[in-house]
Nanobody, 126 residues
Framework: QVQLEESGGGLVQPGGSLRLSCTVS????????MGWYRQVPGKQRELVAS???????DYADSVKGRFTISRDDAKKTTYLQMNSLKPEDTAVYYC????????????????????WGQGTQVTVSS
C-alpha cells in the first residue's frame, strides 16, 4: 500500500553539498516519522537523521552541524540537506517512513506501515 521513492544521490567532491529527497505514496493516512539511514558494504545500516510529525529532529553525532532533515507534509516528502560532505559520508542512503494507511474508500487508519526506499548512492570523492 505504501511506496517510497528517493532521489538526489550522486558524486560530489569533499566539501560539497547534496540534497536527497524521499516521497511517500500510496494509501497514506499519516506519516508519523521519517528518517534517513546509510550503509556501506560490510557494515550495519545506521541512522543518519530522523524527524517526527511534530518536527522533532535527531541526528547521528557524525553529521550534526552538517546535515539537516526536513519534511513537507503537503508533498509527503522528506529532505536531507547534506553540506560539508566528507569521503566517510560515502554510502547508500535509504529513506524510511512509518505511519498508518487506509484501505478502500474509507479514510480512517486501517493499519500501520514502516517501509524502506530502494536506496540512493552518495559518493564523496575528489
Amino acid at each position: 500500500q505504501v511506496q517510497l521513492e528517493e532521489s538526489g544521490g550522486g558524486l560530489v567532491q569533499p566539501g560539497g553539498s547534496l540534497r536527497l529527497s524521499c516521497t511517500v505514496s500510496g494509501r497514506i493516512f499519516s506519516i508519523d516519522r521519517m528518517g534517513w539511514y546509510r550503509q556501506v558494504p560490510g557494515k550495519q545500516r545506521e541512522l543518519v537523521a530522523s524527524i517526527t510529525v511534530d518536527g522533532s529532529e535527531d541526528y547521528a553525532d557524525s553529521v550534526k552541524g552538517r546535515f539537516t532533515i526536513s519534511r513537507d507534509d503537503a508533498k509527503k516528502t522528506t529532505y536531507l540537506q547534506m553540506n560539508s560532505l566528507k569521503p566517510e559520508d560515502t554510502a547508500v542512503y535509504y529513506c524510511k517512513a512509518g505511519g498508518t494507511y487506509f484501505e478502500g474508500t474509507y479514510y480512517y487508519p486501517a493499519g500501520t506501515y514502516d517501509d524502506w526506499g530502494q536506496g540512493t548512492q552518495v559518493t564523496v570523492s575528489s
